[in-house]
């Protein structure tokens, strides 16, 4: 999903400025299926209208899209990673948002589906961090959106009477990946209450609809007549990521959040999508692992981290990984094996921990029930960690069942003369606390 910042450059050409990119036509295919990780990819051609530099008129140009959900064993949240590919437009012809993943979700457990149990409250960051404090959500729900945000950017919505919750959250912090934006900002640093950031020219306590960062329920609040109901709740799931105006199509953006981004040619990003009970945090919990990762670095006795990866799963140009060998598109701690063998120290910062890390080992020739030692223990395959070999890119992927804190070292090393099981896929979540 993505929206023109001029709709007329479509809506005058009798064309959607917005289509679902469900509704297009889309290629599918599986991408990897060991046996405890897979990746599923999706392609389509997304039509973006924009301004031809030579002529100044309208004209359409194709935008590819390659997304890819990866799963894993042993984590809860899987992985949404996209590559926007702008290439076939000029620089700064198209000036346009992106708000994917998107759509109405259902909630399990609630009745009657999406429109079964309304929604408790919703919650955001971008610079800062906002929440309401409501038991039931409406226009006049009370809210904080005074912290600072020093975590991922993310989108949180959960239901009022059902314990349940749905997020999206970024892999790294949201300095290093910005998100949410449009009008949305006046409220930023304030409390309810405080005189700013609320709607009063229509009447209620929360920012004004079309100023909240990402799209959420913010449209839903209407009776039957079409007239805004501020005291009304809602039970729609309706749910989306987002970025400013111009994040997909040009050279040089300075967002709402004081950030500068790039929109063009490509742009590539990666959020987890959360699942799971209200009470547990799910959404914030994702959010902390990406400090908990910025607070954190990677060194090798044995191999050695990798410190430039591509950027995107279409976009093979370097970036910098930063901590190194902290892959954001995958959301993997990443090393180079050397024959077959890799010891992984990490440094996690003080108060910090990461949980059930996914470790990823590039240039392995070897099996997916590899020696795995932490801090000189053994560990036991598909008990203490969860292992995949990948053999087209010779990568060994795995999901560590442990929670790292402090200093810890991690040794992997392939068993002579095995060969990689048969790829089987079964993916697992843990509910474990370690």
């Known amino acids: 999903m993505s929206h023109l910042r001029d709709a007329s450059l479509a809506l005058d050409q009798g064309e959607d400025d917005s289509p679902l990119g469900s509704s297009l036509d889309s290629t599918s295919s599986v991408v990897f299926a060991g046996r405890h990780h897979a990746i599923h990819q999706f392609t389509l051609n997304y039509p973006r209208w924009g301004l031809d530099p030579d002529f100044g008129a309208p004209r359409r140009y194709d935008m590819p899209v390659t997304v890819q959900w990866v799963f894993a064993t042993g984590r809860d949240h899987p992985l949404w990673t996209v590559t926007f590919d702008l290439s076939q437009a000029p620089a700064d012809a198209v000036e346009a948002d992106f708000r994917a993943p998107y759509g109405n979700m259902n909630f399990d457990g609630t009745p009657s589906g999406q429109w079964g149990d309304v929604i408790g409250g919703v919650?955001?960051?971008?610079?800062?961090?906002?929440?309401?404090?409501?038991?039931?959500?409406?226009?006049?729900?009370?809210?904080?959106?005074?912290?600072?945000?020093?975590?991922?950017?993310?989108?949180?919505?959960?239901?009022?009477?059902?314990?349940?919750?749905?997020?999206?959250?970024?892999?790294?912090?949201?300095?290093?990946?910005?998100?949410?934006?449009?009008q949305g900002g006046a409220g930023r640093g304030f409390r309810s209450g405080q005189g700013v950031g609320e709607c009063s020219a229509m009447g209620y306590l929360m920012p004004c609809v079309w100023a909240w960062p990402y799209q959420s329920v913010n449209y839903s609040f209407y009776d039957a007549a079409g007239r805004l109901a501020v005291d009304s709740t809602t039970a729609s799931k309706r749910f989306a990521w987002g970025a400013d105006w111009g994040s997909l199509g040009k050279r040089d953006v300075e967002t709402v959040n004081g950030a500068r981004v790039s929109g063009w040619p490509k742009c590539s990003y990666s959020v987890y999508v959360v699942l799971g009970p209200h009470s547990e945090e799910p959404t914030l919990r994702a959010v902390r692992q990406a400090e908990a990762v910025e607070m954190s670095s990677l060194s090798c006795t044995v191999g050695s981290p990798v410190w430039s990866s591509a950027t995107g799963v279409a976009d093979p140009a370097p970036q910098i990984l930063t901590p190194t060998g902290f892959d954001p598109v995958y959301g993997a701690w990443t090393a180079w094996a050397d024959h077959g063998a890799v010891t992984m120290d990490f440094d996690v910062g003080a108060g910090y921990e990461l949980e059930n890390p996914l470790i990823l080992v590039r240039s392995y020739w070897g099996s997916e029930a590899p020696v795995v030692l932490l801090d000189g223990v053994a560990l036991l395959p598909d008990v203490d960690y969860y292992a995949s070999y990948r053999q087209d890119q010779h990568e060994l992927w795995m999901t560590l069942s442990r929670t790292l804190r402090a200093q810890q070292r991690l040794t992997i090393r392939q068993v002579s003369g095995d060969t990689p099981a048969n790829s089987v896929l079964r993916v697992r979540p843990s509910r474990a606390r370690h």
């Open 123 to 182: 919650a955001w960051g971008e610079s800062h961090r906002f929440v309401t404090e409501a038991s039931e959500l409406t226009l006049d729900s009370p809210w904080d959106w005074s912290a600072r945000n020093s975590g991922a950017a993310y989108h949180a919505l959960w239901t009022a009477n059902v314990d349940a919750e749905m997020g999206l959250a970024g892999t790294v912090t949201a300095a290093r990946q910005d998100a949410g934006g449009y």
